[in-house]
């Protein structure tokens, strides 16, 4: 019996939500921002990533989120659609809000950083009235990300979407991603992703975003068994806690502990791996694959996004990861 069920015969695999906005990455790498002069653009937004990955690997994906009534706006819903996404669920901002912008620091293939806008953003602006009921019910799955809980009234429409996704039997995966430009505070950000958590079957987060969970009502363990074994009591089924450079290692609600591992890489930066992991994995587990071969194909795709300059454009296909476990498997490298 498979740890999770996917309901058979949805129009739609899986529905994203939450953060649509622009990367900027530094064109000229090696250097601190101050001293970077160009960037280039590309679509971004754990979520986004998630629903390109996705949708590459032949998901059939959709989207549920705000974008700005401006340039920036529309370069997002055409990024989406070229990519094969639905975005019938996508809603225009009409009260001047604007495109989040995340600028990015390479300043060495481990040292990089990111410098977020987040004021007055359009994502942020999703209405729960605007989150719909059939067009949930129309998926297997639905990702929510935990930027999306931020600030009102999108942090409502998450809540209301849960709710349909229950309803309907959804599946429900919680991408923790932990940004802080956005909260009033590490508590604040804490509760709230408890509340999703707890609604959740698939919770996936790096060490850090399990800390700040669990601060809020007693003492960080930072002990990946007490943590799965904490959210495992709480109704989800699958647990991943990642540590970069350091693999993840996945917990299922039936007692099994998985270690994952990570590629070889000529790593032009670090961020998006989550991403592509992510997404990736989220494949394995909709084609029924056990939670190792899913965690192997998320570290290849991984390792392809950070031999790269940008996050979005470079999720592999399949086929290219599949590539890419079978030369590691054959070379070693």
């Known amino acids: 019996m498979s740890l999770i069920s996917f309901e058979p015969n949805r129009p739609l695999d899986l529905i994203g939500l939450g953060r649509l906005c622009i990367?900027?990455?530094?064109n000229e790498i090696h250097r601190p921002m101050?001293?970077?002069?160009?960037?280039?653009?590309?679509?971004?937004?754990?979520?986004?990533?998630?629903?390109?990955?996705?949708?590459?690997?032949?998901?059939?994906?959709g989207f549920i989120g705000k974008v700005s009534n401006d340039p920036f706006g529309r370069f997002i819903m055409k990024y989406l659609e070229d990519t094969g996404i639905n975005t019938e669920n996508i809603h225009t901002d009409r009260t001047g809000a604007v495109t989040g912008l995340a600028f990015t620091e390479i300043k060495s293939p481990t040292?990089?950083?990111?410098?977020?806008?987040?004021?007055?953003?359009?994502?942020?602006?999703?209405?729960?009235?605007?989150?719909?009921?059939?067009?949930?019910?129309?998926?297997?799955?639905?990702?929510?990300?935990?930027?999306?809980?931020?600030?009102?009234?999108?942090?409502?429409?998450?809540?209301?979407?849960?709710?349909?996704?229950?309803?309907?039997?959804?599946?429900?995966l919680f991408d923790i991603d932990y940004r802080p430009w956005t909260w009033q505070s590490k508590t604040e950000t804490g509760v709230y992703c408890r509340l999703v958590a707890e609604k959740c079957d698939v919770i996936v987060g790096g060490r850090d975003e399990f800390d700040l969970m669990e601060a809020v009502v007693g003492p960080q363990r930072q002990d990946d068994r007490w943590t799965a074994d904490h959210w495992l009591g709480k109704g989800a089924s699958v647990?991943?806690?990642?540590?970069?450079?350091?693999?993840?290692?996945?917990?299922?609600?039936?007692?099994?502990?998985?270690?994952g591992s990570t590629f070889p890489a000529q790593v032009v930066k670090t961020f998006g791996a989550g991403d592509s992991f992510a997404g990736a994995f989220i494949?394995?587990?909709?084609?029924?694959?056990?939670?190792?071969?899913?965690?192997?194909?998320?570290?290849?795709?991984?390792?392809?996004?950070?031999?790269?300059?940008?996050?979005?454009?470079?999720?592999?296909?399949?086929?290219q990861i599949q590539a890419r476990i079978d030369r590691f498997r054959a070379e070693g490298i």
């Open 34 to 61: 101050e001293e970077t002069l160009s960037f280039t653009k590309y679509l971004g937004g754990s979520p986004a990533n998630i629903a390109v990955a996705s949708a590459r690997l032949g998901l059939r994906t």
């Open 239 to 259: 647990i991943v806690v990642k540590r970069g450079g350091d693999g993840s290692t996945a917990y299922t609600k039936d007692g099994g502990e998985f270690k």
């Open 111 to 172: 040292e990089c950083s990111i410098l977020m806008y987040r004021d007055n953003v359009a994502d942020l602006k999703l209405e729960p009235s605007e989150v719909s009921e059939d067009y949930i019910a129309s998926a297997k799955a639905i990702l929510i990300s935990g930027t999306a809980l931020a600030k009102s009234p999108s942090r409502e429409a998450v809540f209301v979407a849960l709710e349909y996704a229950k309803k309907h039997n959804v599946v429900t």
């Open 283 to 319: 494949y394995g587990l909709m084609n029924g694959w056990d939670i190792p071969r899913c965690q192997e194909f998320g570290a290849a795709s991984a390792s392809i996004v950070v031999s790269s300059h940008s996050c979005s454009d470079a999720m592999p296909t399949a086929e």
């Open 23 to 26: 990367d900027l990455n530094a």
